[in-house]
């Protein structure tokens, strides 16, 4: 799918030192539906009540028998979450007509029928099909294709903990014979962003309402009746019936369109040309009154389709004009034709996720699809590039060749969030974007893999079953770490051999579904066939990675030249009781140079290993992991690191950027872990006063972030803050000399980022002159409201400051222009800073704005409620206000939805006190009637934090203290 709810790869421009905002914004990239699967949960306890009984239908006979549940504790084959191996569909003939009106009782429904003809392959007198919150409306019919009459239904289940109905019939279906069952149902279009669901946005007061879905991964169900398991991949076609005002768009092109009347009303009935054989999940169903722009692509049609305002102010030009491209670099390759006739995506109003990939229909957030050069940054920009990419790439990894089950989501996710970099590279070639992969994915990730509550990527079948563990699945760890563990081996393998074997898969499996193993055979033969050196074969050196969590931190001596490698653990006293197979030893390629010249690549294959060429000596000096293409950190001996320290006193540019980078997240991280002092930590950043590069500023940041969290709410504060103005003040009179104190941009893409990070710093750390200026833009733009003088690029620091340093007037400016935005990237820019305010009664309504969706729509409550916990001022609040409502948000969030987690993350990230720890666990007991759904995994993660925060403050305080009063 799109992405989680990750924290934004693109604007992470509001930080924790601003004393508000976010680390980085949050968005909705992944998983979705937050409806109500939590309460399923009672009924989980007790699964024989969720048994419910309903009248039944036959087919033949007139008589109707309904089975009581059982009450004993059954093991029926309805209790699983797999459906049983004994029927498979072929296709699917579905008819939906989504009400886009209210009925007389308030209520938004959609009515339909659905026939499925599937095949017999192990002979059964039971019919279990997925159907998630449907009413059937007639009776269900069963008959044989081959003529002869089928078994009846003598009567009918349905299953709320496992989402079935289960027809028993009066004789078994015969192995190898084929049938077809035919449904008719009704279901809600609620506006609870899974399945059939309604979207609404305003024009001038009038309401409009958009029919859409999202099935990923276990909503399909909730649509129509159907064998909802990705491997069950079937022929689909779809009937949609609509208001003749209206479009109708589903995954096939549009291939007849005729006005028919249904219950007094004249309808279009449009039909869609039959799907290829596709998963489920992947299927899309959209009824608006949007509007379209398109263009052709050798024979492929491509449209981009918007609310007409968004479509008429040319917002969905810029996807237009990229996507086209993308698809042909991926066509080339992959070395596989796009594989249908269309590519729609369509920006929704309401969407949980940031976008998702149905098969030639993508849907999108607004923010991750439309794109305004007046009102967008460029982080907006990058965003929309690198979402389109990462669906687009889905089209074939994924949806042409698709995972088996859920337990291997990972390969398809990682795989798209890896190369959505070298789509994006493609449509922006001035971007560099590849090298942020480093920051966004292997560095963000790192923290998560480095706890010892981490998991491997790869996970048994029968460990993800129910709906809320398959949506635990769409994490950091199956998206970054899956992206940069598969970057590592397209690196080692070069990417023609990645390349070929990836070709060679995707045209073996194409239609069906695969293993992740699959992959490293086909890889395996593109190694045979071209020769590869490797020490191993590929599935032996990717067992260690997948199989096993976390990663190793390499530790090099260059006086010895001795090498050992550990398991990385964040906190030094974690107790792993996770057994690996490996028994935490990796096969790890090591990139490395010596003084400057890059040397052949050592696979370091055990613990202990030793290289003479590491030898260093005197004032030459080592650098491992160039790139960063490897998935492990780096520690040195102190000689070397003290001759890299020089180096980048003197010439910083004799290591490159990211590598400068590298050194700095490690180094902030080993201190963490207690492997090296933090001192030599913050040593690395003494250079910084000289550095003018986005990525060593930003991961210079991002580690200081963590000292802000721990810090800020003790005397440290001052001190941390003169040295943090000390070493930005002067990249940000740079900046000011560049742009012409601040009105021209500057030309490169990082160093536009790069000048977010100067602008913000500076003001936050109190630079005078910085602060002066972004509240005389603020005000200019009070002033006017129609003309905002403030450059898209820097709207996100200059709010915040504002807000930050504003009160009602500030904050309400921006409420009343948060409302009238007209572009959401600009309306998420506000929400984001509105939670930087420092008045306690401001962020407390703030707070509770996200209870109302009328006022915060409930795609974005979480990430709002992030918001202001990250703020100092807000922590607190936040954290009560979770407190008094945990159990509304958990009904409305804790179900399946992956920003759940990023939730509690978000809210608990600065616990550092004992009481801290006495306020998480005792949260933890009076909640556990109710439940943490999705988010129980980042309860534990959040406990184990606290407890790491805890001892580092011990441990650091004084030695932090004195450093920065030595540096300043
Ligand atoms: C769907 O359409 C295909 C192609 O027209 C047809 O072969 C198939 O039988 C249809 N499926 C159903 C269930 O009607
Ligand atoms: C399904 O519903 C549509 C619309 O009501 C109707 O036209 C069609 O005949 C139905 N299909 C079947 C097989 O009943
Ligand atoms: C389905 O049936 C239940 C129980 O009768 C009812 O509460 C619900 O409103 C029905 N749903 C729809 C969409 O008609
Ligand atoms: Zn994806």
């Given at each position: 799918m ?6 934004s ?51 033949t ?101 496992t ?101 007094g ?56 004009n ?24 369509i ?40 979402i ?101 081996l ?7 051999v ?86 935490y ?32 000596s ?72 000289k ?61 536009q ?8 710093m ?13 509240q ?19 709207r ?11 009160g ?80 509304y ?25 004992e ?54």
């Open positions: 799109g992405k989680g709810f990750f924290i790869k693109t604007v992470g421009i509001v930080g924790i030192v601003l004393g508000a905002g976010a680390v980085a914004t949050i968005i909705a990239l992944s998983v979705v539906y937050s409806q109500e699967k939590s309460k399923n949960k009672e009924l989980e306890i007790k699964p024989t009540e969720a048994t419910t009984t309903t009248t039944t239908t036959t087919t006979g007139p008589t109707t028998t309904t089975i009581q549940s059982t009450t004993s504790a059954s093991n029926e084959v309805w209790d699983k979450y797999r459906l049983p191996d004994t029927l498979i569909p072929e296709s699917y003939d579905v008819t939906l007509w989504p009400r886009l009106k209210p009925d007389s009782t308030g209520l938004y429904i959609f009515t339909g029928n659905s026939t499925v003809v599937f095949k017999c392959v192990k002979e059964t007198d039971l019919i279990l099909i997925h159907s998630n919150k449907l009413n059937l409306t007639a009776d269900t019919t069963l008959s044989a294709l081959n003529g002869s009459p089928a078994p009846s239904i003598t009567s009918m289940q349905t299953i709320s903990k989402q079935y109905l289960v027809f028993h019939l009066s004789e078994k279906l015969k192995a190898g014979e084929w049938y077809k069952l035919h449904t008719e149902f009704v279901g809600e279009l609620a506006d609870d962003l899974g399945g059939f669901y309604r979207s609404e946005y305003e024009v001038n007061g009038v309401k409009h309402v958009v029919a859409t879905t999202q099935m990923q991964p276990t909503d399909a169900r909730k649509a129509f009746p159907c064998f909802d398991e990705p491997a069950m991949k079937a022929v689909f076609n779809i009937t949609l019936l609509h208001d003749p005002e209206t479009i109708a768009l589903s995954n096939g092109r549009e291939i007849e369109s005729v006005k028919v009347t249904e219950g009303e004249t309808l279009n009935k449009t039909r869609f040309e039959s799907t290829e054989r596709m998963s489920t999940y992947l299927l899309a169903f959209i009824v608006s009154d949007f509007k379209a722009i398109e263009k052709m692509e050798g024979e492929v049609l491509i449209r981009i389709f918007a609310r007409k305002e968004a479509i008429d102010a040319g917002h969905g030009q810029y996807a237009l990229i996507t086209g491209r993308i698809l042909k670099f991926f066509e080339n390759y992959y070395n596989a034709s796009y594989p249908l006739s269309k590519s729609d995506q920006a929704l109003p309401d969407f949980n996720a940031g976008a998702m990939e149905n098969w030639g229909l993508i849907t999108y957030r607004e923010t991750a699809l439309l794109y305004d050069s007046e009102v967008s940054s460029n982080g907006n920009k990058e965003r929309v590039t690198t389109i990419a990462h669906e687009l790439a889905h089209m074939w990894f994924g949806n042409l060749v698709t995972i088996k089950w859920w337990n291997d989501l990972w390969l398809n996710e990682g795989f798209a969030s890896y190369v959505e970099y070298l789509g994006a590279d493609n449509a922006e070639p001035d971007w560099n974007i590849k090298d942020l992969i480093v920051l966004y994915d292997v560095h963000r990730v790192f923290a998560v893999d480095a706890l010892a509550s981490s998991h491997p990527l790869s996970s048994r079948e029968d460990e993800v079953l129910r709906p809320e563990q398959i949506s635990e699945v769409f994490d950091a760890i199956s998206y970054s770490k899956g992206a940069s563990v598969l970057r590592m397209s690196d080692f393998l070069t990417e023609a990645f390349v070929k074997g990836l070709s060679s898969y995707l045209n073996h499996f194409k239609f069906e579904n695969t293993v992740y193993t699959d992959l490293w055979d086909h890889l395996q033969q593109a190694v045979n066939a071209t020769g590869t050196n490797l020490p191993a074969k590929i599935s032996d050196i990717m067992d260690r990675w997948v199989l096993q969590m976390g990663f190793p931190v390499v530790t090099i001596d260059t006086a010895t030249g001795k090498l050992t490698q550990s398991h990385f653990l964040l906190d030094p006293e974690s107790v792993v009781d996770r057994p690996s197979p490996f028994n030893e990796w096969i790890v390629p090591i990139q490395w140079m010596k003084t400057g010249a890059q040397q052949n690549i050592y696979w370091m294959m055990n613990k202990n290993t030793e290289n003479n060429e590491m030898k260093v005197g004032s030459d000096w080592l650098v491992a992991n160039l790139n960063v293409s490897g998935y492990y950190r780096v520690n040195y001996d102190m000689g070397n690191w003290n001759n890299l320290l020089r180096l980048l006193l003197t010439s910083h540019e004799s290591i490159a950027v990211i590598n400068r980078a590298q050194i700095i997240d490690d180094a902030f991280n080993l201190a963490r872990a207690r492997i090296i002092q933090t001192t030599l930590a913050l040593n690395t950043t003494v250079y910084l006063s550095e003018r590069e986005y990525m060593p500023w930003k991961s210079a940041l991002d580690n200081l972030d963590y000292f802000y969290l721990m810090f800020d709410r003790t005397e440290i504060y001052g001190p941390l803050q003169a040295y943090i103005k000390q070493q930005v003040e002067p990249l940000f009179l740079y900046f000011k000399t560049i742009t012409r104190n601040f009105t021209e941009v500057p030309a490169g893409h990082m160093d980022y790069n000048e977010v990070n100067a602008l913000r500076a003001c936050s750390s109190g630079v005078e002159e910085c602060n002066t200026l972004v005389k833009w603020f005000e200019e733009w009070r002033n006017n409201p129609s003309i905002n003088p403030i450059h898209p690029n820097l996100s620091t200059v709010y915040c400051q504002a807000i930050a340093a504003g009602a007037t500030e904050w309400d400016f921006a409420w009343a222009m948060f409302q009238s935005a007209t572009i959401a990237t600009e309306a998420d820019k506000l929400r984001a800073a509105m939670a930087c305010s420092t008045t306690p009664w401001i962020l407390n309504r703030y707070l509770k704005y996200t209870l109302d969706p009328t006022k915060i729509r409930k795609q974005d409550a979480t990430s709002t409620i992030i918001y202001v916990a990250n703020n100092v001022v807000g922590q607190p609040l936040a954290w009560d206000f979770i407190r008094a409502n945990w159990e948000i958990y009904r409305e969030y804790g179900g399946g939805s992956f920003s759940f987690a990023n939730l509690i993350n978000g809210v608990t990230k600065r616990f550092s006190t009481f801290d720890l006495k306020q998480l666990e005792q949260f933890r007991n009076d909640n556990e009637h109710i439940g943490f759904g999705s988010g129980s995994m980042a309860i534990d993660q959040s406990i184990e934090r606290t407890k790491a925060n805890i001892k580092w403050l011990t441990q650091n305080k004084d030695e932090v203290e004195a450093w920065l009063k030595a540096a300043i």
